[in-house]
């Protein structure tokens, strides 16, 4: 069975860090795009940040570029997004998601490789609270 499960998440002060771990099992984890997305209550899920499997490729939505990193360790097959400078509109349910990737070598060339509805395996989400 294809098993995601993350950690991490809590809550901080408007400034602070947090890392999320996405630990991986039952697929190749080399054969797959990891992407963390997220959901706060009434608005739409949005991909945050994904990493490619083999492209050496990863995306993140605008409003985190230079705040959040995300990671892979594929001996660990874990996948980490560390987010620093945390604000409260980065308060929302987190999710880790996984997708057979070594056929969207174009999605990743267009910015198109990190939409939640592309994504085929999920973990089963992890709180972010940031207090205001």
């Known amino acids: 069975q294809v098993q995601l499960v993350e950690s991490g998440g809590g809550l901080v002060q408007p400034g602070g860090s947090l890392r999320l771990s996405c630990v991986v099992s039952?697929?190749?984890?080399?054969?797959?795009?990891i992407g963390w997305f997220r959901q706060a209550p009434g608005k739409e899920r949005e991909g945050v940040s994904c990493i490619s499997s083999s492209y050496d490729s990863t995306y993140y939505e605008d409003s985190v570029k230079g705040r959040f990193t995300i990671s892979r360790d594929n001996t660990k097959a874990t996948v980490y997004l560390q987010m620093n400078m945390l604000k409260p509109e980065d308060t929302a349910a987190y999710y880790c998601?996984?997708?057979?990737?070594?056929?969207?070598?174009?999605?990743?060339?267009?910015?198109?490789?990190?939409?939640?509805?592309?994504?085929?395996?999920w973990g089963q989400g992890t709180q972010v609270a940031v207090s205001s």
């Open positions: 998601a996984a997708v057979f990737d070594l056929d969207r070598p174009l999605l990743w060339q267009y910015g198109s490789a990190c939409h939640h509805q592309d994504y085929t395996y």
């Open positions: 039952g697929l190749t984890l080399d054969d797959y795009a």
